[in-house]
Nanobody
Framework: QLRLVQSGGGLVQPGGSLRLSCAAS????????ITWFRQVPGKDRDAVLC????????YFKDSVKDRFTISRDNAKNAVYLQMNSLQFEDTGIYYC?????????????????WGRGSQVTVSS
């Protein structure tokens, strides 16, 4: 069974950092692009940024440039979302997802595999 297993998240003060993990089970994640989405109550999932081997980090939200990055650990079959200088508006549930090798779209409808989500709360 193909799955994406997420870990990390939690409560952090503004200006703090968190790292989310997304590990693959049942397939090799090494050649897949991974997109991180964020969802807040009452709204659809919004793509934040994507990582592919061919393009590196692709940002769908300007507000996270220079603060968020995705990295990959092939030995662990996992990718990580490093979030620095967190702000109140970064609060939400973060989902990792993949649709193949490339960062093709910011629309959730194109993604086949999803993690179950990680809550990130930025609060003082």
């Amino acid at each position: 069974q193909l799955r994406l297993v997420q870990s990390g998240g939690g409560l952090v003060q503004p200006g703090g950092s968190l790292r989310l993990s997304c590990a693959a089970s049942g397939f090799s994640l090494n050649t897949y692009a991974i997109t991180w989405f964020r969802q807040v109550p009452g709204k659809d999932r919004d793509a934040v940024l994507c990582f592919s081997n061919s393009e590196g980090n692709t940002y769908f939200k300007d507000s996270v440039k220079d603060r968020f990055t995705i990295s990959r650990d092939n030995a662990k079959n996992a990718v990580y979302l490093q979030m620095n200088s967190l702000q109140f508006e970064d609060t939400g549930i973060y989902y990792c997802a993949t649709s193949g090798r490339y960062c093709v779209s910011d629309s959730p409808i194109y993604y086949n595999y999803w993690g179950r989500g990680s809550q990130v709360t930025v609060s003082s």
